[in-house]
């Protein structure tokens, strides 16, 4: 079962850029964790560290595609080192500011020139394995390595914040962002190559917004659906309840993850894409009315279980509909629009939470199961041709 796998980190150059990738995609799941809790133990309010967060958020969702868009023309090291310099000023501004209104500003430069690692390994992957069986399980160790960012990122931010001190969460955000990003830029042999041409926006693409749209509710379903699971624990089942939710949703989306790259597929990918996106939709809808922890239990590991399947059919359809000298920008677009949709259902949650309870909050995944399965249902043909009719590059 593990040959595939095996065989992927054969490829020259794989296992140093998937390192360095992992390393630069700590701070996805630690920046916001960090900024909340320096804030307050700084003596500022939740809403103050809010603003930091939404202004990170804010800069980052503007200009993450435009960032993908540079690094395929000028190609992904001069852009990830412009990157990281600025991110870093961002992120030093942060820590050494003493107002709200400094700190709003450093978090809006941080959140502009977010390195978009994640993107950048995914189209080094294609530029390796591009065209081969291989290139599932290549998007398949991505996903997984996500879901590894997303459990063990934030205990480690807790830990430094607690036990060393209220800065050392950033601080080591900084870190893991300077080398994973210059070393990720350092290693040329893999990097895709550039163009000259000025392809139109990806965004324009048949099937590109359906997509966005698709991930943007994505990501509201996952930050509601824990954040949702964390009010409904407390409530009825204390610290372990929570703990042990949290981890199954997580637990789901890592298994399916490593089975995705071992299965042999003869569905096409449209298809798998429509199922996976469905099934999560049919998981989350039963939520609102149940009242066992155990029941809810099963079914937010068969959530998680859903959600590393509908992540990676969803960047292959954009392997798929995009020309390869654009790819960068058009995961970029993807990875935007999953932060997005995760602000947008952590906030909305949030107020749900203290408004009418934990129970309540479940309502939001389900509207946005809701959202993303019309998206990829109204866009049906359009992803089908993509994935039955391989995109063919014009000269």
């Not at 597929?265 to 998981?283: C, E, L, S």
Request: hydrophobic share 55%; net charge positive.
């Amino acid at each position: 079962m593990a040959q595939g796998y095996r065989r992927l980190f054969t490829v020259p150059g794989a296992r140093g850029f998937v390192a360095a990738g992992l390393l630069g995609r700590f701070p996805m799941s630690m920046l916001g964790l960090s900024v909340v809790l320096m804030v307050t133990a700084r003596g500022g309010s939740f809403s103050m560290a809010g603003g930091v967060v939404a202004a990170l958020l804010v800069g980052q969702a503007i200009t993450a595609p435009w960032i993908g868009r540079l690094a395929d023309r000028l190609g992904q090291g001069r852009v990830l080192r412009v990157c990281v310099a600025v991110h870093v000023l961002g992120l030093l501004g942060i820590l050494a500011s003493g107002t709200w209104w400094t700190a709003v500003l450093s978090g809006f430069c941080a959140g502009i020139a977010f390195p978009p690692i994640g993107s950048m390994v995914r189209a080094r992957w294609v530029s390796a394995v591009g065209g081969t069986n291989m290139l599932e399980t290549a998007f398949s160790v991505e996903a997984v390595s996500d879901e590894l960012v997303f459990v063990f990122g934030p205990l480690i931010t807790v830990a430094l914040c607690t036990l060393v001190s209220p800065e050392a969460g950033l601080l080591c955000v900084l870190v893991f962002t300077v080398i994973g990003g210059i070393g990720l830029a350092a290693q040329r042999s893999t990097e895709p190559a550039t163009t000259t041409a000025k392809p139109e926006p990806v965004i324009t693409r048949d099937g590109m917004r359906a997509l966005v749209l698709a991930c943007l509710a994505l990501g509201t379903i996952v930050s509601s659906l824990e954040l949702a699971l964390v009010a409904v624990a407390t409530e009825r089942g204390g610290p372990f309840a929570v703990g042990a939710l949290v981890a199954l949703l997580a637990a789901g989306s890592l298994v399916s993850g490593v089975l995705y790259g071992i299965l042999g597929w003869q569905a096409p990918v449209h298809r798998r894409f429509v199922i996976a996106v469905a099934a999560m939709f049919v998981g989350v809808l039963p939520m609102p009315l149940l009242n066992g922890l155990t029941v809810l239990g099963v079914l937010v590991f068969f959530v998680g279980f859903t959600l590393s399947p509908a992540l990676i059919a969803c960047y292959q359809l954009v392997e798929l509909m995009v020309p390869a000298r654009a790819l960068t920008e058009g995961f970029a677009w993807l990875q935007t629009a999953l932060g997005a949709g995760m602000a947008i259902g952590a906030a909305v949650t949030g107020q749900i939470v203290d408004l009418a309870g934990g129970q309540r909050a479940f309502l939001v995944p389900v509207l946005a199961g809701v959202a993303a399965t019309a998206a990829v249902g109204l866009a049906y043909g359009a992803l089908g041709r993509c994935s039955e009719e391989r995109h063919v590059e014009q000269p």
